[in-house]
């Protein structure tokens, strides 16, 4: 990790302490409480000796720069307060990043790339999505490098920052995967953190309707957002991240709706299973009534037409009793099955408490 602010080892030490941070010495890094938030969990901050780069293991963050770390604490980017703390007499040389600083260190990209996707909206368009849309996501036709002639969609993290991107297949290819993600899709929460013309849309769907809809993949959330369900969070997969998960549980909501592709045509419904595996993980933090499954009318959302999420939305409003009761007599059929790991089998317990 490159020290951006050059600052001494002894200096990051002495800032830290003086702003309340009870440092453990770790060897190359540091322990320590959350102080920017009152917190007292001595093991919550990894804090690297030679850069100050952070993170926060409580919320899952990515590591971030030490300036972020005194903005946060401080409540301000100003630059003349932060600057007290950055003086001549404790500027070192430059150090370069080992091999595991690297490996710790989450790639951001620049903003500007995002001057190279070309608004060519005529695949989504012809699936009923409109230009708002597209546009408050900020995706657009990649013409060159990893991501051509794909689709892309910025990923933003928690500071504004783009932490990744993902991207649908817009040509004719053999054997391409219909998605490409570049970055650690594990950490991504999207597109909670996206701002643009309609602002923070999505922290204010969720925070009006105190509720969340998890589906699969960015197909599926356009074609919710077309429909006005704004409360929706993508997965990228078949799994709930742990970093989703926490998340999840920092947000203040009464329900959260599992919606991942029904593939009832198949002989495997794998969306199915995969919503009951991520239901019974929801219940060792969440209470019952929070949590419920509903799939999609189609195989996805992406097939859905205006009457199809009609009839959805009605579906996903039976009571939280009944839908369990379905849950239950699948969870058994999976665990008759051997489908369903020792670790989440137990909690059928929990849901038979409830339902019978």
Same mark, same amino acid.
């Given at each position: ?7 001494? *080892? ?36 990894? &804090? ?59 790639? &951001? ?7 190279? $996707? ?9 699936? /009923? ?24 969609? *910025?990923?933003?993290?928690?500071? /504004? ?20 993600? $570049? ?44 429909? /006005? ?10 799994? &709930? ?9 920092? $947000? ?18 794998? /969306? ?20 419920? &499954?509903?799939? *999609? ?43 369903? *790991? ?15």
């Amino acid at each position: 990790m490159v020290n951006e602010t050059n600052l001494h *080892p002894d200096r990051i030490k002495e800032i830290l302490e003086e702003l309340g941070y009870k440092l453990v010495d770790r060897g190359r890094y540091w322990q320590s409480n959350a102080a920017f938030r009152n917190g007292d969990n001595a093991t919550a901050l990894q &804090i690297w000796k030679n850069s100050g780069v952070w993170r926060d293991f409580v919320s899952q963050s990515a590591p971030l720069p030490f300036s972020k770390l005194l903005e946060t604490h401080l409540g301000t980017n100003s630059k003349t307060i932060l600057g007290k703390y950055f003086t001549d007499d404790y500027v070192s040389a430059p150090k370069e990043a080992t091999q595991d600083d690297r490996l710790t260190m989450e790639k &951001i990209y620049e903003e500007s790339l995002l001057e190279d $996707l070309f608004p060519h909206y005529s695949f989504y368009k012809r699936k /009923g999505i409109s230009d708002p849309v597209l546009k408050f996501l900020k995706g657009g036709l990649a013409t060159k490098g990893q991501m051509y002639q794909r689709f892309v969609f *910025p990923i933003y993290n928690e500071y /504004g920052q783009i932490h990744g991107f993902s991207g649908r297949d817009m040509s004719t290819r053999e054997n391409v995967p219909k998605w490409k993600h $570049l970055g650690r899709k594990t950490k991504w929460i999207y597109p909670y953190y996206v701002e643009g013309d309609k602002g923070f849309a999505v922290q204010q769907a969720i925070e009006k309707h105190r509720s969340v809809i998890i589906v699969e993949s960015i197909g599926d959330l356009l074609n919710l957002l077309e429909h /006005g369900f704004y409360n929706v969070l993508v997965s990228f997969g078949l799994d &709930i991240s742990p970093k989703l998960l926490c998340h999840l549980n920092s $947000l203040d909501v009464d329900r959260i709706i599992v919606s991942l592709n029904n593939d009832s045509d198949k002989s495997t419904n794998r /969306g199915a299973r995969a919503s009951v595996k991520n239901y019974l993980k929801l219940l060792n933090h969440f209470d019952f009534e929070q949590l419920s &499954i509903c799939l *999609p009318m189609k195989n996805d959302f992406g097939e859905m037409k205006g009457e199809d999420f009609v009839f959805w939305s009605s579906k996903c409003e039976n009571s939280v009793k009944d839908n369990a009761q379905s849950i239950l007599s699948f969870a058994q059929k999976m665990v008759e099955s051997k489908d369903l *790991p020792v670790s989440l089998a137990k909690n059928i317990k929990i849901l038979r408490s409830h339902v019978t």
